[in-house]
């Protein structure tokens, strides 16, 4: 037998369902807050993510699928959703007037991690990027979006944890105190943190290792090295979100694990115990200088992304999952009957009614019981007798009467009750 790779999951049955119900608020929500559906490349040259992600991050160093293709092209499935968008957004020369951009995509994404709980080698992501805009308004809106939208699903405790990565400048000043502050505990630290502590020691701050240490938690926080311009600017959003009603808390030590963020940076954390250790649900940050460091014009912006396999786990805490149920269910036995069904069915689809009726062969009571396991309200129940006269017998499933209809009006019966 050939089984699925190992990361890799189908989803099918009631997880199935809850993708769909997630899909669908997705689409809905992305409508009433003004944002456009883009859809980019599930692989792309290795390069964009070197670039964008950065040399020194995990996501590059260990956890991505590299592969050349037959004429040597080096390739990378995509580890993430930004770096595909914004390249789109240079390539197809979305800057200009219309600004600012605002876009979201839902798919699939590829990291060579350790598959455990909410973790898997192919995992979904929903996301939104807005391209062209540096108003603390913009940076409210896109952690109110999804905050707001899971609590629409069913999440209950959710916490925003929030902080400013600040300009580059701000960083700069920051790194070095950093690195004054690390350098006697150099050798407490990870291997890994060693390494960044000279290539990237913001990365420190984000480590999986040594993330809890005492050492780790009396770090200099960020915000004391951030220009005045920078402070009142993330005072702004701080305002913004208590207005749209977001329940946040400031994470001095929040710095996410991608390099091209600056300014905001959060996550969105639910509390849901079967998330155990993969509670962050969505995160995102804004990147001013990633179009630039890619080749285009200068252009603020600011994204999430958010895991909906954590999503749906976190769902099983709240969700029943019933199968969706179909308005009605075709009964027949001979082959003049299973005709009638046939064309019964499709007309019924085509106004908008969901039906269906036996492939199997099955005899007349199991086709009733059939027609209970699919949630079916209504029966239609053939028969050669009733059809010569012009008639078809509609059942209430629910307070079992039967009715005896014409056949030319049992289209609009039906659909008018
Ligand atoms: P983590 O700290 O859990 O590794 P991350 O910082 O790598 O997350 P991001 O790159 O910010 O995550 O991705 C945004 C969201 O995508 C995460 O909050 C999570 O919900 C989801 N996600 C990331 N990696 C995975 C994965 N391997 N499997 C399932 N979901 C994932
Ligand atoms: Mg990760």
Redesign the pocket.
Known sequence: MITKPKGTYDVLDKEALKLQKINRLIEYTCEFYNYDYIRTPIFESRELFHRTVGETT??VTKETYDFKDRSDRELTLR??GTAGVVRSFIENKMYGSNMPRKLYYNGT?Y?Y?RPGN????E?T?F?VEVLGSNDPAIDAEVISMPYHMFLELGFKDLNVKINNLGSKEDREKYKVALKEYLKPHLNDLCEDCKKRYETNPLRIL?C?VDGDSTILKNVPSILDYQSEESTSRFKKVLEYLNFLDVDYEVDEHLV???DYYDYTVF?IVSSEEVLGG?S?????GRYNDLVETLGGPSTPCIG????L??VMLAMDAFEENKKRPIDCYILYVNEEEKIKALMLAQDLRLSGVSVDYDTTGRSLKSQFKEADRNGAELLILLNSEDLQKGLITVKDNVTKEEEKVDENEIIDYIVSR
């Open positions: 995990d996501i580890p993430e994404m990291r991690e909410g973790r898997n080698r995992f992501q996301g984000d999986k996410r694990g991608l996550e993969a962050t649900i969505a995160a995102g999430f992304a958010c895991g396999e954590r």
